[in-house]
């Protein structure tokens, strides 16, 4: 679970606490520049999931992980996992990011028909397995895949039908990324002046989490 000067604070404390509530029994530590694990292919060997939780800018942001990219991307093509929630949905892209998708990010807010259609704190309707859903968004992106450069699963769209929260292989390993942010508390809500959406729960994120924890486990039985 990467925590650092790519994140903004609280993002990382959100999803994590996501992660310890999910049925995998996982054992969430944060590795970063400050933290006592560093972001390093050693450490990244003994993990089975590796989480980029929201952060700033994504030019900003990449300059602080660009030197992290091959050894995320060889632990995730060696069987791992990567999760990534809004910024690090961003960074699975690749102008610029990790390239571990099968296409590339853009801007949701700047898609047609984008609602909302600002930068600013707010919440997006999204259409997850079938229902719809209010979901935090700050200035998330859409997932812009190529089916001529692998596969790839929708998990929810956005209102104009671009896809925000998709989950792939990449080698032996998956990666689930999603634009808006289901892991966000009620809190993040109120302390932005939103209303608390009365279905707010962890499913959406644990859906996430199980689709990558499968998905990689079926690679690796087929590898």
């Not at 292919?41 to 994504?58: E, F, K, N, T």
């Not at 939103?194 to 690679?219: H, K």
Request: net charge neutral; with cysteine; charged share 25%.
């Amino acid at each position: 679970m990467y925590r650092g000067p790519a994140s903004t604070p609280g993002c990382p404390e959100a999803v994590a606490a996501a992660l310890r509530r999910s049925r995998w029994d996982l054992d969430v530590r944060f590795v970063g520049p400050r933290e006592d694990l560093p972001l390093e292919p050693d450490v990244l060997a003994g993990a089975r999931l590796y989480a980029q939780p929201g952060g700033g800018g994504l030019r900003r942001a990449y300059r602080k992980m660009r030197r992290s990219r091959e050894a995320i991307r060889q632990f995730v093509g060696s069987g791992g996992g990567y999760l990534g929630f809004c910024l690090g949905g961003y960074l699975a892209g690749e102008t610029p990011g990790f390239g571990l998708l099968p296409g590339d990010t853009d801007r949701f807010i700047s898609s047609p028909g984008a609602r909302p259609d600002h930068d600013g704190d707010s919440i997006v309707t999204l259409t997850w397995a079938g229902r719809r859903r209010q979901v935090y968004f700050q200035d998330g992106a859409w997932f812009d895949l190529d089916p001529a450069r692998g596969p790839a699963e929708v998990l929810a769209t956005y209102d104009n039908g671009l896809p925000a929260a998709v989950v792939a292989p990449f080698g032996r390993g998956a990666v689930g990324v999603v634009g808006p942010h289901p892991e966000a508390s009620p809190d993040w809500y109120t302390d932005s002046g939103l209303p608390v959406p009365d279905d707010l729960q962890a499913d959406l994120t644990q859906d996430l989490v199980d689709r990558v924890m499968t998905a990689g486990r079926r690679a690796d039985r087929l590898g």
